[in-house]
């Protein structure tokens, strides 16, 4: 299938917000049928999500996850370990980074899944989903201002939250995705040492 | 395990933004530790998506995808039906709509599946998420400006699309988490006939 006749292409740009966190702009766009509209959008750094596979002591398989109070959907959330993407950081570099701050883990082997778009139809955001095993617990060193808890879930126990709605952030329902594919062995995953 | 520990609580509120589509605020709100801190985010109608099944002359499923250029990713996407809800809409009738309007299908069968929220860091929007099956096609009803193309694909060949990378749109991956557990009878559904 061809993308042609679907394509949107830029002619004007005006920004409409810098704040502290939101960067937001209106572009005006020419569409297939050479009509023209606006479309508004954020600009986002890029991030990362992982999904820390854990050992436990009885050989059981457990993923580390958080808890924490997001404002704009006024809910404590179930979410894998996240975080943005410094300017210029390799998202691999990001992702070993986010995972010991929030979570005090650092994981012996990586293997990258693939990407998310969280919300196509306004911001540029790409989350990049890892999954991380071999797990050394350390020191967390949280953001100023980060308040998030750390526990260890076994797979059905996050996919009955799923199912049951006590999980809805989308890239954690997408990690869900992975992690069930993962281990059923249908989406085999490239494991690499970190050297 | 308690939330209070985690809660922020908004103690004043700034509009940053007005735009045609993206209405944004600063707030100020105070932490679990009593310091303050400031929320940027996006407000947002709220939305719906629809997993249309459809059964084929041969006695397969498909699921019903469309293919639409998205501005702020610069890329086709692969989706499943979606849309903002009107103001004061009824989920379920505003994914009635979208399903007619943009793909041409009624169901005679509709369940509910849940909700996702997809960028719980700076949006409000939540997505209603449902399944149709009993699909007959009639006339699609673009909006202006509104250019997608609509497609069936098999649920295997989405699920491979979602694990190569060709599908990345966060509500869709969902669906698919939603689709394959629906379809495994791991997540039964309630369905309605649609009175």
């Known amino acids: 299938m061809s993308d042609d006749p679907l394509i949107e292409r830029r002619v004007a740009r005006q920004e409409l917000l810098k704040g502290h966190f939101l960067h937001a702009f209106r572009d005006t766009v020419t569409l297939p049928d050479a009509s023209t509209a606006t479309r508004e959008f954020v600009v986002h750094p890029g991030a990362v999500m992982v999904i820390p596979l854990l ?23 179930i979410e894998f370990p996240a975080g943005k993407l410094d300017a210029g950081e390799d998202p691999l570099h990001c992702a070993v980074r986010e995972l010991r701050e929030e979570t005090g883990y650092t994981a012996r082997e990586w293997a990258r899944a693939g990407v998310l778009h969280p919300v196509i139809a306004y911001s540029t955001e790409v ?17 100023e201002g980060e308040f998030l808890e750390v526990f260890a879930a076994t797979p059905s126990e996050l996919l009955g939250w799923c199912r049951e709605g ?23 995953l490239d494991w690499q040492a970190l050297s």
């Open 166 to 188: 006590q999980v809805t952030d989308a890239k954690t329902l997408t990690g869900a995705l992975w992690l069930q594919n993962t281990l059923s062995g249908a989406w085999p």
């Open 127 to 143: 989350i990049h989903i890892y999954f991380a095993r071999g797990l050394t617990l350390g020191e967390r060193d949280l953001d």
């Open 55 to 77: 050992e436990t002591p009885d050989g059981q398989c457990k993923v580390v996850l958080e808890r924490q109070y997001r404002y704009p959907v006024e809910q404590v959330m």
